[in-house]
């Protein structure tokens, strides 16, 4: 949990995967980001590149054989028959947590996004938290960030009436809402502790 982008898209033909793939290396190379190809396996027809901002969830820039973004989670999601679809349910959609890399971090990916969806994107959706994908306002993402970090320690106090771990930061709030759950609390004890996340 934390500040978070949300993206879908396709690639303006499959073939300019490669192309993608060996910008994006060069990209992190030149940043010191870590990446790591992700390679078809038999049940999955995905293949591509993570890529790792540094104390972000990683980007997956994976690909099914049409060109669409998509990651194993999702792709198995999706093609499950058990799964419910809800209208407009046909895209597949990725997410990365880069709450915990800064504004400098986030900012640096947005940017490598923008420069590489232009270049090899028939369409592309992103929905960032900070506004900075939109606005391209340093200030505002920075306003965001703090926000969202204010947020996080609320919520990880809150939890410690539960848990006894309020002193945690709120990196670890999502595990420790599983932990929570999967020791027998409900999401209704959860929901009953929480204050205004937006407190000073």
Same mark, same amino acid.
């Given at each position: 949990?934390?500040?978070?982008?949300?993206?879908?898209?396709? &690639?303006?033909?499959?073939? !300019?995967?490669?192309?993608?793939?060996?910008? %994006?290396?060069?990209?992190? #190379?030149? !940043?010191?980001?870590?990446?790591?190809?992700?390679?078809? @396996?038999?049940?999955?027809?995905?293949?591509?590149?993570?890529?790792?901002?540094?104390?972000?969830?990683?980007?997956?820039?994976?690909?099914?054989?049409?060109?669409? &973004?998509?990651?194993?989670?999702?792709?198995?999601?999706?093609?499950?028959?058990?799964?419910?679809? &809800?209208?407009? #349910?046909?895209?597949?959609?990725?997410?990365?947590?880069?709450?915990?890399?800064?504004?400098?971090?986030?900012?640096?990916?947005?940017?490598?996004?923008?420069? !590489?969806? %232009?270049?090899?994107?028939?369409?592309?959706?992103?929905? #960032?938290?900070?506004e900075y994908w939109e606005s391209g306002n340093v200030e505002k993402c920075k306003d965001w960030f703090n926000m969202f970090a204010i947020w996080m320690k609320n919520m990880s106090v809150d939890l410690g009436a539960l848990d006894g771990r309020g002193h945690e930061t709120g990196e670890n709030f999502q595990s420790r809402v599983e932990? !929570?759950?999967?020791?027998?609390?409900? @999401? @209704?004890?959860?929901?009953?502790?929480?204050?205004?996340?937006?407190?000073?």
């Open positions: 949990m934390g500040l978070t982008i949300f993206y879908s898209g396709q &690639l303006r033909s499959p073939q !300019l995967q490669s192309s993608l793939i060996e910008e %994006a290396i060069d990209l992190c #190379d030149s !940043l010191g980001w870590h990446y790591e190809p992700y390679p078809t @396996m038999s049940n999955l027809p995905i293949e591509g590149i993570l890529l790792y901002p540094p104390q972000c969830e990683p980007v997956w820039l994976t690909f099914l054989p049409d060109g669409n &973004l998509s990651n194993p989670q999702s792709y198995v999601f999706r093609n499950n028959p058990k799964t419910k679809k &809800l209208p407009g #349910d046909e895209t597949d959609r990725n997410s990365t947590i880069t709450q915990w890399g800064g504004p400098e971090v986030h900012i640096a990916l947005i940017n490598m996004l923008k420069y !590489l969806t %232009a270049k090899y994107f028939k369409h592309f959706n992103l929905i #960032d938290e900070s932990d !929570l759950l999967n020791g027998g609390k409900s @999401m @209704m004890d959860i929901l009953n502790v929480m204050g205004d996340p937006y407190r000073k």
